[in-house]
């Protein structure tokens, strides 16, 4: 991995990781699925500026066309799916327990490569080091509460859909800029969240720390945040990329919900 793409990981690392607490704050009164449905919205419209400006509206329309199967398979796989997942089960689990089922991901990335990629395999040690990584996840989960158990399996499957999603995007979505491939898969994810969202928004307005905490996940932790990971799927790899779940876990951030509310949340 170049410095260029290590800068990016680690920046990108200290957005994602903030997030966890950022969500934590929204579903003191948001629905999950009204968080992420504006979440989802506030980065796609963060981006389409930054994209006309960058790669221009007719590529960009261009890139669009010829990419929709994939770009929406993605978005409903890499934001849409485990992102509501991950909101959820933070209305029941700290956002620092979160973000530590949460790195599971490059195991599963490790897991799918055996099957899907031809250039991404796992063999020896790592094949071990595989095995001993599971099993750490299942005991991590299954020492959880039994009203906690379903909100942490929700978390592991999060942590599959990102890693079927970096592998399939890595191989689908090869030559379309990282620019475009964040605002298709963002503008998917909102057109399928954003319906069932708006029929779940508060009856009254929601507090500063909650409208901040929504305003810095959709703006920063993904509008500019996916720029970033397509940018390193692109150019480092889908397996280099999900370290990302690794360095996010470390974020100071991300444990920020255990002292400030526990395990408990908002709810369903």
Same mark, same amino acid.
Not at 9 to 37: N, Q, Y
Not at 103 to 114: D, I, K, N, R
């Given at each position: 991995?170049?410095?260029?793409?290590?800068?990016?990981?680690?920046?990108?690392?200290?957005?994602?990781?903030?997030?966890?607490?950022?969500?934590?704050?929204?579903?003191?009164?948001?629905?999950?699925?009204?968080?992420?449905?504006?979440?989802?919205?506030?980065?796609?419209?963060?981006?389409?500026?930054?994209?006309?400006?960058?790669?221009?509206?007719?590529?960009?329309?261009?890139?669009?066309?010829?990419?929709?199967?994939?770009?929406?398979?993605?978005?409903?796989?890499?934001?849409?799916?485990?992102?509501?997942?991950?909101?959820?089960?933070?209305?029941?689990?700290?956002?620092?327990?979160?973000?530590?089922?949460?790195?599971?991901?490059?195991?599963?990335?490790?897991?799918?490569?055996?099957?899907?990629?031809?250039?991404?395999?796992?063999?020896?040690?790592?094949?071990?080091?595989?095995?001993?990584?599971?099993?750490?996840?299942?005991?991590?989960?299954?020492?959880?509460?039994?009203?906690?158990?379903?909100?942490?399996?929700?978390?592991?499957?999060?942590?599959?859909? +990102?890693?079927?999603?970096?592998?399939?995007?890595?191989?689908?979505?090869?030559?379309?800029?990282?620019?475009?491939?964040?605002?298709?898969?963002?503008?998917?994810?909102?057109?399928?969240?954003?319906?069932?969202?708006?029929?779940?928004?508060?009856?009254?307005?929601?507090?500063?720390?909650?409208?901040?905490?929504?305003?810095?996940?959709?703006?920063?932790?993904?509008?500019?945040? +996916?720029?970033? +990971?397509?940018?390193?799927?692109?150019?480092?790899?889908?397996?280099?990329?999900?370290?990302?779940? +690794?360095?996010?876990?470390?974020?100071?951030?991300?444990?920020?919900?255990?002292?400030?509310?526990?395990?408990?949340?908002?709810?369903?």
């Amino acid at each position: 991995m170049s410095r260029r793409h290590l800068a990016m990981l680690l920046v990108l690392a200290a957005l994602w990781g903030a997030s966890f607490m950022f969500i934590k704050i929204g579903d003191r009164e948001l629905h999950p699925i009204t968080l992420v449905a504006v979440r989802m919205a506030l980065g796609a419209l963060t981006l389409v500026p930054i994209v006309l400006i960058t790669v221009g509206a007719k590529r960009t329309l261009r890139e669009l066309r010829a990419a929709a199967g994939p770009l929406i398979v993605t978005g409903l796989l890499n934001s849409a799916i485990p992102i509501f997942a991950i909101t959820w089960a933070e209305t029941r689990l700290d956002s620092g327990l979160t973000a530590i089922i949460q790195a599971s991901a490059p195991l599963f990335t490790a897991l799918l490569a055996l099957r899907f990629s031809h250039d991404q395999r796992v063999r020896g040690s790592r094949l071990a080091g595989l095995v001993v990584g599971f099993g750490g996840v299942t005991l991590l989960v299954g020492g959880r509460p039994s009203g906690q158990i379903l909100a942490a399996l929700a978390v592991v499957f999060s942590a599959l859909c +990102y890693a079927g999603a970096g592998l399939y995007a890595g191989r689908r979505l090869r030559g379309v800029s990282p620019l475009v491939t964040a605002l298709g898969t963002l503008t998917a994810a909102t057109l399928a969240t954003l319906p069932i969202g708006l029929f779940q928004l508060p009856s009254h307005v929601t507090g500063w720390k909650v409208t901040a905490s929504l305003l810095t996940l959709g703006i920063a932790g993904t509008g500019l945040a +996916y720029i970033l +990971y397509y940018s390193l799927i692109s150019g480092a790899g889908a397996s280099r990329a999900i370290l990302i779940t +690794y360095s996010r876990s470390c974020s100071p951030a991300s444990d920020w919900g255990r002292e400030q509310s526990g395990s408990g949340g908002r709810g369903g």
